[in-house]
């Protein structure tokens, strides 16, 4: 008798008939009925849709427990099964008793004698059938288990590659509509400086005091190229939000040297805060007057120059720094310390080169830039103006769909393969900081 004979429970189900065949059929059936059934299904093959349980409640893995493997082992020998109480006589008496005795006897003889080696083939061969079938229950189960397993497996890894084209499919979706964002911004942008081509191209707009040159023709080559690549008018308002609250319950005008296009002169007139600005494109100042700004042609650190000390409620410059030599630098450092009253404001942005991005794509893109100014170096140069540094703020993150994606983990990896995975998505992130971080600063200053 094999092992799983001796193991297994001494329960059944006496009124059960075992036939091999209709067993069989009945398996075959099962079969059948669940391929039909899940003909339709989906192909999705997690634990719950490849396990099913049939009417007597076995599923799959648990042959070796159910009630007919059971019965089986329990009734597969039929040698000595002789019940000698329910040999009877009808006659009474010692005639009966000795017709009970002869019947007995007989009984006996036929089993051990004429069918010995029948009865003993038989018990032979149900023995080795019983066997048989818990050999193959015992495969089936561990069969079924490890398809579960690895159909499971499957199911994990096509859900992880459905929620990466998902999220593949997400980000380029996003990246598309900036895309169709940024060209109808251009376009719209195109559309204005077309309605105002008389004005943009007019060669006397008003000059600062201190230009006493001749007045200079209108080139809108840079205008167009910060159409093209900085932005639209909208978009850069919305960048320059983070401004107006600096200047808030500024005493005096506060100066933007280089306004372009009058985006954040906007902005200011709409808080409250008086300024105006200035700038070397005639294009630019066109544009921004035209739009109801207060600017002028001219030199910003020249006309810093020009103005009374201790005047000015605070000064601006976006984008404005990285285009001027460290002299200039350094003059602009002194004239607004003298210049502007005790504890009036200085904004000064630039492209933040700690980020490769930016400095690729954002610094080099504009000829006119002179050197790239490092957050520490720009602060150190106005601490020796006399300057005091209030605040850097990091601006202009980059968009998420843009950067370098981590590898999801979930339950169905290995713990060394997780830890694996979490290293590489520190590596990851140290890489976004260095090829995607902020692309821009603002470095803000106080006047002692």
């Known amino acids: 008798m094999s092992e799983s004979v001796r193991e297994l429970a001494p329960q059944g189900r006496p009124d059960a008939l075992t036939d091999i065949p209709t067993l069989m059929a009945q398996i075959r059936e099962r079969i059948k009925s669940d391929i039909d059934a899940n003909l339709d299904s989906r192909a999705g093959l997690s634990r719950a849709a490849a396990r099913f349980t049939d009417e007597s409640g076995i599923s799959y893995g648990d042959m070796q427990l159910s009630e007919e493997l059971k019965f089986l082992n329990r009734h597969f020998s039929y040698r000595g099964r002789i019940d000698e109480g329910s040999i009877t006589s009808h006659r009474p008496g010692l005639l009966g008793r000795l017709i009970v005795k002869l019947k007995r006897f007989l009984a006996i003889f036929t089993r051990d004698s004429v069918l010995r080696d029948y009865l003993q083939a038989e018990e032979d061969f149900h023995i080795n059938l019983v066997r048989f079938l818990n050999d193959m229950a015992r495969y089936v189960d561990a069969r079924d288990k490890h398809s579960l397993a690895m159909l499971?497996?499957?199911?994990?890894?096509?859900?992880?590659?459905?929620?990466?084209?998902?999220?593949?499919?997400?980000d380029l979706s996003e990246a598309f509509e900036d895309r169709v964002k940024g060209v109808d911004a251009m376009v719209r942008g195109l559309e204005g400086m077309l309605n105002n081509l008389?004005?943009?191209?007019?060669?006397?707009?008003?000059?600062?005091?201190?230009?006493?040159?001749?007045?200079?023709?209108?080139?809108?080559?840079?205008?167009?190229?910060?159409?093209?690549?900085?932005?639209?008018?909208?978009?850069?308002?919305?960048?320059?939000?983070?401004?107006?609250?600096?200047?808030?319950?500024?005493?005096?005008?506060v100066l933007e040297i280089g306004s372009g296009r009058g985006e954040l002169q906007r902005l200011l007139h709409r808080e409250g805060i008086r300024s105006y600005g200035i700038d070397l494109d005639v294009a630019m100042v066109n544009v921004a007057n035209a739009a109801g700004c207060e600017t002028a042609?001219?030199?910003?650190?020249?006309?810093?120059?020009?103005?009374?000390?201790?005047?000015?409620?605070?000064?601006?410059?976006?984008?404005?720094?990285?285009?001027?030599?460290?002299?200039?630098?350094?003059?602009?450092?002194?004239?607004?310390?003298?210049?502007?009253?005790?504890?009036?404001?200085?904004?000064?942005?630039?492209?933040?080169?700690?980020?490769?991005?930016?400095l690729s794509s954002n610094y080099f893109r504009d000829p006119t830039h002179v050197w790239p100014l490092h957050p520490d170096t720009l602060g150190y140069m106005a601490t020796l103006a006399g300057l005091a540094i209030a605040e850097t703020k990091m601006l202009s993150p980059v968009a998420p769909n843009q950067l370098l994606k981590e590898i999801p983990v979930d339950s169905s990896h290995l713990p060394a393969v997780a830890d694996a995975i979490r290293r590489i998505n520190v590596n990851i992130q140290q890489l976004n900081r260095l090829l995607y971080g902020f692309q821009d600063y603002c470095l803000v200053l106080e006047v002692p």
Do not use: C, W
Not at 152 to 170: C, M, P, T, W, Y
Not at 215 to 237: F, H, K, Q, T
């Open 152 to 170: 499971s497996r499957v199911d994990d890894e096509k859900s992880l590659a459905i929620f990466g084209v998902e999220k593949q499919l997400r």
């Open 198 to 253: 008389g004005s943009i191209r007019a060669t006397n707009p008003p000059r600062a005091a201190e230009l006493q040159s001749a007045p200079p023709s209108a080139d809108i080559s840079y205008l167009l190229l910060e159409n093209r690549y900085r932005g639209s008018e909208e978009e850069i308002e919305r960048r320059l939000a983070v401004y107006p609250p600096i200047f808030k319950g500024a005493k005096g005008s």
């Open 297 to 358: 042609h001219g030199d910003g650190i020249a006309h810093l120059r020009s103005l009374p000390d201790r005047s000015l409620g605070g000064l601006v410059a976006v984008q404005v720094v990285e285009h001027l030599t460290r002299d200039q630098l350094a003059e602009l450092f002194s004239l607004a310390k003298q210049k502007l009253m005790p504890g009036a404001k200085v904004a000064l942005e630039t492209i933040n080169p700690q980020s490769v991005l930016a």
